[in-house]
């Protein structure tokens, strides 16, 4: 009872703590790319400020209450069958809320795709992705016209694919019995279309991943930029390899892996600032070399947290963590080893 009760009160902070940090990082990107002044600026409406802020607020609100708790989703159908039950007038009342509700999704669709939109054009301004195309290709004239057309084509293939799209997918669904993209069009007789289809949805997916990689090992390396490409080609030769042995089948363990590793490292991080330091900013300093007592208790951590069945793992070793630092920095004298000895 009292195992269940402490995990109940952990999910819930530890929920609140992921939803605050997710919605700062969200809202740290829209800061960053400038979009709501672009939004201001465009449209002159600099007095409406605090309605766009709350807009954006709300909005995350809603969708994270609808996302959380399913039963609110379903509000409509139970209005439906409330109105329903009330008989002659309670199915001309279905019909107005029936059509309210594809306006209203047709709004909301609207307004969520310029939203969606300028995000990926802010971002991909704001990365100079358009500039770096422009140059790798050396295409130097006509570019206006061509962030055009890319703009008009996705205008164009939206509404395409949301549309014809569905219908597609769903009949060759309905048809060849199988939800597997690939297996549809085999059993319809397409096996090459369904590769292609495979290949191309990896392709668009993957580019991204080893592109990232290698920007990253040039940057931890301090390689070279003309370095960059190989590095990426060896960085998607080694994401093929690895997806072939079957590295997709430890992925959960991955992440398991991540808890016990991680989780310590920030208990470190707060014994160091908090119980140590006693929150006080000004006076941190960093440290010349490496913080042993730190990776002493991050490691005397990550093994609690992985043998621990006594009560919630993480919690425990975020706990053992931090009073292993303390004691640790009250023990050892040594500057050289110690980030706070010979402080006041």
């Known amino acids: 009872m009292i195992q269940n009760s402490g995990m109940f009160l952990f999910l819930a902070v530890f929920g609140l703590s992921a939803g ?4 700062a990082g969200i809202f740290t990107v829209l800061l960053a790319v400038g ?3 672009r939004f201001v600026g465009t449209t002159h409406t600099a007095k409406k400020i605090f309605l766009y802020e709350g807009c954006i607020t709300a909005g995350a609100v809603l969708g994270t209450l609808f996302s ?3 039963v609110m989703g379903c509000a409509g159908e139970w209005l439906r069958e409330q109105l329903f039950s009330m008989g002659g007038e309670g199915g001309a009342l279905v019909s107005v809320l029936d059509i309210g509700g594809e306006v209203f999704l047709g709004i909301a669709g609207l307004f969520i795709g310029m939203f969606v939109g300028c995000l990926a054009l802010a971002i991909a ?6 500039p770096i195309f422009a140059r790798r290709t050396s295409f130097r004239h006509g570019l206006g016209t061509a962030v055009l057309a890319v703009a008009g084509g996705t205008l164009e293939g939206a509404p395409f694919g949301a549309l014809y799209g569905m219908a597609c997918g769903a009949v060759l669904s309905i048809c060849s019995g199988d939800s597997d993209i690939t297996v549809m069009f085999a059993n319809v007789g397409l096996p090459v279309a369904g590769m292609l289809v495979l290949i191309l949805a990896t392709w668009t997916t ?3 991943n080893a592109y990232s990689a290698g920007i990253a090992v040039v940057n931890i390396f301090k390689m070279k930029d003309d370095k960059r490409a190989a590095v990426t080609a060896v960085c998607g030769i080694i994401g093929i390899l690895l997806s072939l042995g079957g590295i997709v089948y430890y992925f959960v363990d991955f992440l398991s892996a ?11 991080l707060i014994a160091d600032y908090w119980v140590v330091g006693h929150g006080r900013s000004g006076d941190w300093e960093p440290f010349e070399g490496v913080n042993w007592l730190g990776i002493a208790a991050w490691v005397c951590g990550a093994l609690v947290t992985y043998f621990d069945t006594f009560f919630i ?3 425990v070793g975020i706990a053992v963590t931090v009073v ?5 920095c009250l023990a050892v004298k040594n500057p050289k080893y110690n980030p706070f000895a010979g402080r006041a």
């Open 20 to 23: 605050l940090l997710v919605s």
């Open 35 to 37: 979009l709501t002044p």
């Open 68 to 70: 959380a708790i399913p």
């Open 125 to 130: 301004e704001m990365l100079d992705s358009i």
């Open 206 to 208: 993957n580019v991204g």
């Open 258 to 268: 991540l808890s016990y590793l991680i989780t310590p490292i920030c208990a470190v």
């Open 313 to 315: 793992p993480e919690l």
């Open 324 to 328: 292993i630092y303390w004691v640790l």
